[in-house]
Protein backbone atom coordinates (compact mmCIF):
# COMPACT_ATOMS: atom_id res chain seq x y z
CA UNK A 1 0.00 0.00 0.00
CA UNK A 2 1.01 3.54 -0.91
CA UNK A 3 1.39 6.61 1.39
CA UNK A 4 -1.37 8.70 1.28
CA UNK A 5 -1.77 12.07 -0.25
CA UNK A 6 1.41 14.46 1.06
CA UNK A 7 3.67 16.46 -0.35
CA UNK A 8 6.92 14.13 -0.63
CA UNK A 9 10.33 14.09 -1.77
CA UNK A 10 12.25 11.57 -4.88
CA UNK A 11 15.57 9.56 -4.64
CA UNK A 12 17.05 11.36 -7.97
CA UNK A 13 18.55 8.06 -10.31
CA UNK A 14 21.44 9.81 -10.73
CA UNK A 15 22.02 12.96 -8.31
CA UNK A 16 25.66 14.57 -9.82
CA UNK A 17 23.95 14.67 -13.23
CA UNK A 18 20.32 15.89 -12.15
CA UNK A 19 21.82 19.10 -10.58
CA UNK A 20 24.08 19.40 -14.12
CA UNK A 21 22.33 22.16 -16.14
CA UNK A 22 23.57 21.52 -19.52
CA UNK A 23 23.43 23.70 -22.30
CA UNK A 24 21.42 22.66 -25.45
CA UNK A 25 23.64 22.47 -28.49
CA UNK A 26 20.68 20.86 -30.88
CA UNK A 27 19.95 23.32 -33.79
CA UNK A 28 17.15 25.24 -33.62
CA UNK A 29 14.05 23.66 -34.57
CA UNK A 30 15.45 20.26 -34.48
CA UNK A 31 13.99 17.39 -32.12
CA UNK A 32 15.69 16.53 -29.23
CA UNK A 33 15.36 14.07 -26.27
CA UNK A 34 15.97 15.34 -22.67
CA UNK A 35 15.91 13.23 -19.61
CA UNK A 36 14.78 14.12 -15.94
CA UNK A 37 15.87 12.16 -13.44
CA UNK A 38 14.90 13.89 -10.13
CA UNK A 39 11.57 14.69 -9.91
CA UNK A 40 10.29 15.72 -5.67
CA UNK A 41 6.79 14.45 -4.64
CA UNK A 42 6.66 10.85 -4.97
CA UNK A 43 6.46 7.58 -2.41
CA UNK A 44 8.26 9.23 0.34
CA UNK A 45 11.79 9.74 -1.46
CA UNK A 46 12.09 6.16 -2.80
CA UNK A 47 10.80 6.59 -5.94
CA UNK A 48 12.95 6.07 -8.69
CA UNK A 49 11.63 8.40 -11.35
CA UNK A 50 12.77 8.95 -15.18
CA UNK A 51 10.87 11.33 -17.08
CA UNK A 52 11.69 11.60 -20.97
CA UNK A 53 10.53 14.21 -22.94
CA UNK A 54 10.91 14.54 -26.88
CA UNK A 55 11.07 18.49 -27.97
CA UNK A 56 10.67 20.37 -31.05
CA UNK A 57 12.52 23.48 -29.96
CA UNK A 58 11.20 24.18 -26.70
CA UNK A 59 8.22 22.66 -27.69
CA UNK A 60 7.42 19.21 -25.83
CA UNK A 61 5.87 16.95 -28.06
CA UNK A 62 5.88 13.46 -26.27
CA UNK A 63 6.50 12.57 -23.08
CA UNK A 64 7.10 9.00 -20.86
CA UNK A 65 6.53 9.07 -17.05
CA UNK A 66 8.87 5.85 -15.90
CA UNK A 67 8.00 5.69 -11.67
CA UNK A 68 9.76 2.63 -10.18
CA UNK A 69 9.00 2.32 -6.21
CA UNK A 70 8.44 0.09 -3.42
CA UNK A 71 5.29 -2.18 -3.70
CA UNK A 72 4.31 -1.34 -0.16
CA UNK A 73 5.35 0.87 2.80
CA UNK A 74 8.95 -0.33 3.97
CA UNK A 75 8.96 -3.31 1.84
CA UNK A 76 11.89 -4.13 -0.83
CA UNK A 77 10.02 -5.39 -3.19
CA UNK A 78 9.19 -3.49 -6.32
CA UNK A 79 6.99 -2.34 -8.51
CA UNK A 80 6.93 0.05 -11.44
CA UNK A 81 4.76 2.00 -14.28
CA UNK A 82 5.60 3.50 -17.05
CA UNK A 83 3.10 5.58 -19.08
CA UNK A 84 3.18 7.86 -22.06
CA UNK A 85 1.73 11.11 -20.92
CA UNK A 86 -0.41 13.13 -23.56
CA UNK A 87 0.89 16.75 -23.95
CA UNK A 88 -1.59 19.59 -24.15
CA UNK A 89 0.69 22.78 -23.64
CA UNK A 90 2.81 23.15 -19.78
CA UNK A 91 0.08 20.16 -19.03
CA UNK A 92 1.08 16.10 -18.85
CA UNK A 93 -1.57 13.72 -18.44
CA UNK A 94 -1.82 10.10 -18.78
CA UNK A 95 -2.98 6.33 -17.32
CA UNK A 96 -1.66 2.92 -17.05
CA UNK A 97 -1.34 0.43 -15.14
CA UNK A 98 1.26 -0.91 -12.67
CA UNK A 99 3.35 -3.68 -13.60
CA UNK A 100 3.48 -6.22 -10.81
CA UNK A 101 0.04 -5.25 -8.58
CA UNK A 102 -1.48 -4.02 -11.28
CA UNK A 103 -2.47 -0.77 -9.73
CA UNK A 104 -4.34 1.76 -12.03
CA UNK A 105 -2.30 4.50 -11.99
CA UNK A 106 -3.64 8.05 -13.01
CA UNK A 107 -1.19 11.24 -13.78
CA UNK A 108 -2.14 14.59 -14.02
CA UNK A 109 1.18 17.25 -13.60
CA UNK A 110 1.62 20.67 -15.01
CA UNK A 111 5.11 21.69 -16.61
CA UNK A 112 6.86 25.41 -16.08
CA UNK A 113 10.17 26.12 -17.37
CA UNK A 114 11.80 28.49 -14.31
CA UNK A 115 14.69 30.04 -16.20
CA UNK A 116 17.32 27.17 -16.45
CA UNK A 117 15.32 24.64 -14.95
CA UNK A 118 11.13 23.30 -14.52
CA UNK A 119 8.50 23.36 -11.70
CA UNK A 120 6.43 20.28 -11.67
CA UNK A 121 3.00 20.05 -9.96
CA UNK A 122 -0.24 17.79 -9.66
CA UNK A 123 -1.46 14.35 -8.39
CA UNK A 124 -0.35 10.68 -9.57
CA UNK A 125 -2.30 8.24 -8.39
CA UNK A 126 -1.69 4.78 -7.82
CA UNK A 127 -5.05 2.40 -6.76
CA UNK A 128 -6.26 4.63 -3.89
CA UNK A 129 -3.12 6.62 -3.27
CA UNK A 130 -2.48 9.98 -4.13
CA UNK A 131 1.00 11.74 -4.42
CA UNK A 132 0.50 15.17 -4.42
CA UNK A 133 3.72 16.54 -6.72
CA UNK A 134 5.40 20.16 -6.02
CA UNK A 135 8.55 20.00 -7.28
CA UNK A 136 10.79 23.20 -8.59
CA UNK A 137 14.16 23.34 -9.62
CA UNK A 138 14.62 20.02 -11.78
CA UNK A 139 17.04 20.30 -14.06
CA UNK A 140 17.35 18.03 -17.32
CA UNK A 141 19.77 15.72 -19.31
CA UNK A 142 20.99 15.29 -22.93
CA UNK A 143 20.53 11.90 -23.73
CA UNK A 144 23.79 11.34 -23.92
CA UNK A 145 24.54 12.17 -20.60
CA UNK A 146 21.66 10.01 -19.31
CA UNK A 147 22.92 6.82 -21.35
CA UNK A 148 26.17 7.15 -19.68
CA UNK A 149 25.03 7.47 -16.31
CA UNK A 150 22.87 4.15 -16.65
CA UNK A 151 25.93 1.93 -17.26
CA UNK A 152 26.70 -0.28 -14.64
CA UNK A 153 29.01 -3.46 -13.99
CA UNK A 154 27.14 -6.28 -11.94
CA UNK A 155 30.52 -7.76 -11.35
CA UNK A 156 30.11 -10.83 -12.74
CA UNK A 157 33.30 -12.31 -14.56
CA UNK A 158 33.12 -15.92 -17.03
CA UNK A 159 36.77 -16.13 -17.50
CA UNK A 160 39.08 -14.46 -14.92
CA UNK A 161 42.96 -15.37 -15.06
CA UNK A 162 43.09 -16.18 -11.64
CA UNK A 163 41.10 -15.86 -8.03
CA UNK A 164 42.77 -12.33 -7.35
CA UNK A 165 40.30 -10.43 -8.27
CA UNK A 166 37.18 -12.61 -7.67
CA UNK A 167 36.47 -14.81 -5.15
CA UNK A 168 36.57 -18.82 -6.24
CA UNK A 169 33.57 -19.85 -4.11
CA UNK A 170 30.89 -17.06 -5.28
CA UNK A 171 29.42 -17.03 -8.60
CA UNK A 172 26.83 -14.55 -10.00
CA UNK A 173 24.31 -15.48 -12.74
CA UNK A 174 22.37 -12.61 -14.99
CA UNK A 175 18.85 -14.32 -15.21
CA UNK A 176 15.86 -12.21 -17.61
CA UNK A 177 13.42 -11.76 -15.17
CA UNK A 178 10.71 -14.39 -16.53
CA UNK A 179 12.70 -16.98 -16.43
CA UNK A 180 14.59 -15.91 -12.75
CA UNK A 181 11.75 -17.82 -10.79
CA UNK A 182 12.41 -21.36 -12.71
CA UNK A 183 16.25 -21.15 -12.38
CA UNK A 184 16.07 -20.13 -9.23
CA UNK A 185 13.65 -23.48 -8.19
CA UNK A 186 15.87 -25.69 -10.54
CA UNK A 187 18.50 -24.98 -7.53
CA UNK A 188 16.33 -26.62 -4.91
CA UNK A 189 18.32 -29.68 -3.59
CA UNK A 190 21.51 -28.42 -4.61
CA UNK A 191 24.93 -27.86 -2.70
CA UNK A 192 24.38 -24.39 -3.47
CA UNK A 193 23.60 -21.25 -1.74
CA UNK A 194 21.59 -18.26 -2.88
CA UNK A 195 22.37 -14.76 -1.99
CA UNK A 196 19.04 -13.25 0.01
CA UNK A 197 19.27 -10.01 -0.95
CA UNK A 198 19.60 -10.96 -4.66
CA UNK A 199 16.43 -12.38 -4.83
CA UNK A 200 14.94 -8.95 -4.05
CA UNK A 201 14.24 -7.23 -7.84
CA UNK A 202 15.73 -3.69 -8.02
CA UNK A 203 14.58 -0.78 -10.21
CA UNK A 204 17.73 -0.99 -12.49
CA UNK A 205 16.66 -5.19 -12.93
CA UNK A 206 13.18 -4.14 -13.10
CA UNK A 207 13.92 -1.50 -16.41
CA UNK A 208 16.59 -3.93 -17.40
CA UNK A 209 14.31 -7.10 -17.34
CA UNK A 210 17.35 -9.10 -15.98
CA UNK A 211 18.62 -10.04 -12.37
CA UNK A 212 21.87 -10.69 -11.08
CA UNK A 213 21.34 -13.70 -8.88
CA UNK A 214 24.36 -14.14 -6.21
CA UNK A 215 25.41 -18.21 -5.32
CA UNK A 216 27.87 -19.45 -3.50
CA UNK A 217 29.58 -23.11 -4.12
CA UNK A 218 32.81 -25.18 -3.42
CA UNK A 219 35.06 -23.61 -5.33
CA UNK A 220 35.73 -27.50 -6.71
CA UNK A 221 32.29 -27.22 -8.12
CA UNK A 222 32.14 -23.96 -9.31
CA UNK A 223 33.19 -24.42 -12.67
CA UNK A 224 30.71 -27.13 -13.57
CA UNK A 225 27.89 -24.94 -11.76
CA UNK A 226 28.92 -21.96 -13.74
CA UNK A 227 28.89 -24.34 -17.26
CA UNK A 228 25.95 -25.43 -16.42
CA UNK A 229 23.79 -22.72 -15.38
CA UNK A 230 25.21 -20.92 -18.94
CA UNK A 231 22.88 -23.27 -20.47
CA UNK A 232 19.82 -23.00 -19.20
CA UNK A 233 17.04 -20.94 -20.64
CA UNK A 234 16.81 -17.25 -20.15
CA UNK A 235 20.18 -16.74 -18.36
CA UNK A 236 22.35 -14.37 -19.87
CA UNK A 237 25.66 -13.99 -17.83
CA UNK A 238 27.30 -16.66 -15.53
CA UNK A 239 31.03 -16.42 -14.13
CA UNK A 240 32.82 -15.74 -10.58
CA UNK A 241 32.09 -12.59 -8.83
CA UNK A 242 33.49 -10.80 -5.52
CA UNK A 243 33.42 -12.94 -2.37
CA UNK A 244 34.85 -13.99 0.62
CA UNK A 245 38.43 -13.94 -0.45
CA UNK A 246 40.51 -10.99 1.04
CA UNK A 247 43.96 -11.11 -0.80
CA UNK A 248 45.69 -9.18 2.46
CA UNK A 249 44.59 -12.76 4.40
CA UNK A 250 45.06 -15.28 1.57
CA UNK A 251 48.34 -18.11 1.10
CA UNK A 252 49.43 -19.35 -2.02
CA UNK A 253 50.60 -23.15 -2.06
CA UNK A 254 51.88 -26.23 -3.91
CA UNK A 255 49.06 -28.19 -4.30
CA UNK A 256 50.59 -31.94 -4.83
CA UNK A 257 51.14 -32.41 -0.65
CA UNK A 258 47.96 -31.10 -0.33
CA UNK A 259 45.71 -33.78 -2.96
CA UNK A 260 44.63 -36.83 -2.74
CA UNK A 261 44.06 -37.53 -6.37
CA UNK A 262 42.41 -34.83 -8.22
CA UNK A 263 40.29 -33.84 -5.01
CA UNK A 264 41.86 -31.66 -2.27
CA UNK A 265 42.57 -33.22 0.65
CA UNK A 266 40.00 -31.33 2.90
CA UNK A 267 40.94 -33.04 6.29
CA UNK A 268 44.75 -32.87 6.55
CA UNK A 269 44.46 -29.62 5.19
CA UNK A 270 42.05 -28.37 8.34
CA UNK A 271 44.25 -30.59 10.56
CA UNK A 272 47.58 -28.57 9.60
CA UNK A 273 45.18 -24.89 9.94
CA UNK A 274 44.15 -26.36 13.82
CA UNK A 275 47.41 -27.44 14.56
CA UNK A 276 49.19 -23.60 13.65
CA UNK A 277 46.44 -21.58 15.07
CA UNK A 278 46.17 -23.98 17.88
CA UNK A 279 49.98 -22.24 18.48
CA UNK A 280 49.61 -18.47 17.64
CA UNK A 281 46.62 -18.05 19.22
CA UNK A 282 47.41 -19.93 22.42
CA UNK A 283 44.50 -22.54 22.29
CA UNK A 284 43.22 -25.67 22.10
CA UNK A 285 41.41 -26.89 18.64
CA UNK A 286 37.32 -27.78 19.62
CA UNK A 287 35.82 -28.35 15.76
CA UNK A 288 36.47 -28.56 12.55
CA UNK A 289 33.94 -29.16 10.51
CA UNK A 290 33.37 -28.50 6.29
CA UNK A 291 30.44 -26.65 4.59
CA UNK A 292 29.28 -28.86 1.85
CA UNK A 293 27.18 -26.50 0.05
CA UNK A 294 29.55 -23.52 0.49
CA UNK A 295 33.25 -25.15 0.27
CA UNK A 296 34.06 -23.27 3.77
CA UNK A 297 35.09 -24.33 7.24
CA UNK A 298 34.67 -23.79 10.08
CA UNK A 299 37.02 -24.13 12.89
CA UNK A 300 36.41 -23.39 16.88
CA UNK A 301 39.44 -23.10 19.61
CA UNK A 302 39.05 -22.30 23.20
CA UNK A 303 41.56 -21.02 25.82
CA UNK A 304 41.21 -19.47 29.09
CA UNK A 305 39.66 -15.48 29.29
CA UNK A 306 42.39 -13.27 30.82
CA UNK A 307 39.62 -11.07 31.52
CA UNK A 308 38.90 -11.93 35.06
CA UNK A 309 41.16 -15.03 35.65
CA UNK A 310 39.79 -16.26 39.02
CA UNK A 311 36.07 -16.60 37.57
CA UNK A 312 37.73 -19.34 35.16
CA UNK A 313 35.95 -18.18 31.74
CA UNK A 314 36.25 -19.47 28.63
CA UNK A 315 37.03 -17.87 25.52
CA UNK A 316 35.64 -19.23 22.11
CA UNK A 317 37.43 -18.82 19.16
CA UNK A 318 35.56 -19.34 15.38
CA UNK A 319 37.34 -19.05 12.30
CA UNK A 320 36.45 -19.25 8.94
CA UNK A 321 38.74 -21.18 6.03
CA UNK A 322 38.41 -21.23 2.42
CA UNK A 323 40.60 -23.44 -0.05
CA UNK A 324 40.91 -23.49 -3.50
CA UNK A 325 42.87 -23.67 -6.46
CA UNK A 326 44.16 -20.15 -7.42
CA UNK A 327 42.63 -20.24 -11.16
CA UNK A 328 39.79 -21.70 -12.90
CA UNK A 329 41.02 -24.84 -15.06
CA UNK A 330 44.12 -26.90 -14.52
CA UNK A 331 46.97 -26.05 -11.95
CA UNK A 332 49.88 -26.79 -9.64
CA UNK A 333 48.14 -25.01 -6.34
CA UNK A 334 45.78 -23.93 -3.89
CA UNK A 335 44.92 -21.11 -2.04
CA UNK A 336 43.96 -21.07 0.99
CA UNK A 337 42.24 -17.46 2.98
CA UNK A 338 41.20 -17.20 7.06
CA UNK A 339 38.86 -15.19 8.76
CA UNK A 340 39.97 -12.83 11.59
CA UNK A 341 39.08 -14.46 14.56
CA UNK A 342 35.40 -14.05 16.14
CA UNK A 343 35.74 -14.01 19.59
CA UNK A 344 33.26 -15.44 22.35
CA UNK A 345 33.43 -15.05 25.94
CA UNK A 346 31.09 -17.92 28.54
CA UNK A 347 31.39 -19.49 31.78
CA UNK A 348 31.98 -23.75 30.86
CA UNK A 349 32.87 -24.81 34.23
CA UNK A 350 30.71 -27.02 36.15
CA UNK A 351 27.85 -26.14 38.71
CA UNK A 352 26.29 -23.14 38.56
CA UNK A 353 27.12 -20.34 35.45
CA UNK A 354 27.71 -16.78 35.62
CA UNK A 355 25.88 -15.16 32.58
CA UNK A 356 27.92 -13.20 30.71
CA UNK A 357 26.67 -10.92 27.94
CA UNK A 358 28.99 -9.49 25.26
CA UNK A 359 29.01 -8.42 21.28
CA UNK A 360 31.57 -10.86 19.52
CA UNK A 361 34.20 -9.12 18.83
CA UNK A 362 36.22 -9.66 14.85
CA UNK A 363 37.80 -7.59 11.92
CA UNK A 364 34.85 -5.92 11.84
CA UNK A 365 36.75 -2.29 11.41
CA UNK A 366 38.96 -4.18 8.27
CA UNK A 367 41.94 -3.69 10.53
CA UNK A 368 44.33 -6.44 12.20
CA UNK A 369 42.70 -8.06 14.68
CA UNK A 370 45.03 -8.24 18.30
CA UNK A 371 44.60 -12.19 18.73
CA UNK A 372 46.50 -13.15 15.02
CA UNK A 373 49.46 -13.31 16.95
CA UNK A 374 51.47 -13.81 13.32
CA UNK A 375 48.94 -16.65 12.47
CA UNK A 376 49.31 -15.71 8.82
CA UNK A 377 52.92 -15.86 8.31
CA UNK A 378 52.82 -19.15 10.38
CA UNK A 379 50.61 -20.57 8.13
CA UNK A 380 52.60 -19.66 4.97
CA UNK A 381 55.38 -21.81 6.93
CA UNK A 382 53.35 -24.31 7.17
CA UNK A 383 52.19 -24.71 4.06
CA UNK A 384 55.59 -23.51 1.99
CA UNK A 385 53.34 -20.91 0.86
CA UNK A 386 53.79 -17.05 -0.68
CA UNK A 387 51.43 -14.34 0.76
CA UNK A 388 49.95 -11.38 -1.24
CA UNK A 389 51.90 -7.78 -1.88
CA UNK A 390 49.11 -5.80 -2.40
CA UNK A 391 51.78 -2.92 -3.56
CA UNK A 392 52.85 -4.78 -6.46
CA UNK A 393 49.82 -7.40 -6.64
CA UNK A 394 52.00 -10.13 -6.96
CA UNK A 395 52.76 -13.30 -4.94
CA UNK A 396 55.81 -12.61 -3.17
Known amino acids: MLLPTAALTVIPAAPALAQMKLPSKTAPGAAETRYFTAIDGLMDGNADVVLKETRQGKTVTAA?????YPAAKGSDRKDRFVANLAV???TLTGTTQSVGDKQPVT????RKPTGDTFEFR????????????????NSDLSEKEFLENQTSDDGITPSPKDFTEVSP?????????????????????????VGLSSLSISCDALRAGEQTINLTADPERAAALIAKTKSMPGVVAAGWTSGAIEMDRTIRFAANEWRDGEKINKDKIASAISGVLAKTLSAKPAEASWNANTGKAKLTFKRPSPIYP??????????????????????????????SPVITT?????GAKLHV???STGDEEGGEPKDDNGALDALAKEFKGQRWDADRSVWK
Open 64 to 68: TLDVC
Open 88 to 90: NGQ
Open 107 to 110: IKLT
Open 122 to 137: GQISIGQAVTEVTSTD
Open 169 to 193: EAIGVRVKLDAALEFLKSLKGEAVE
Open 310 to 339: PLALTETLEITALVSPDKPGATDRLMLWIS
Open 346 to 350: ADEGT
Open 357 to 359: SED
